[in-house]
């Protein structure tokens, strides 16, 4: 399985974005798909992650009721709404995938198959 992120860009504070992670190359039945992110100067971070077969979610605390997470089998994508956009959640967005069941689920050493980051700017 093959992930390719998409959908970062420029938005002004307050604003909204929706990233896209496609899976090609397989299927994501049997993997929870996550999203990490990494500021300039920090450590990449968990955000946010959805159990392709089932829906279990969790979101970290410091993006909760500002995103949301899900899935479209159809498209075989995983999206991430992120509404109220700060400053802070300026970073190069990562998804990722994993089969960790959920007590580590946070944990990126857990991660194996990852997409390419797309940039996240909130600047006015």
């Known amino acids: 399985v093959q992930l390719q992120a998409s959908g970062g860009g420029l938005v002004q504070p307050g604003g909204s974005l929706r990233l896209s992670c496609a899976a090609s190359g397989g299927t994501l039945n049997s993997y929870k798909v996550g999203w990490f992110r990494q500021a300039p100067g920090k450590e990449r971070e968990f955000v946010s992650v959805?159990?392709?077969?089932?829906?279990?979610?969790r979101y970290a605390d410091s993006v909760k009721g500002r995103v949301t997470i899900s899935r479209d089998f159809a498209k075989n994508t995983v999206f991430l709404q992120m509404n109220s956009l700060k400053p802070e959640d300026t970073a190069v967005y990562y998804c990722a995938a994993t089969r960790v069941v959920w007590g580590s689920i946070e944990n990126q050493e857990y991660y194996g198959i990852w997409g390419q980051g797309t940039l996240v700017t909130v600047s006015s």
């Open positions: 959805i159990q392709w077969s089932g829906g279990g979610i």
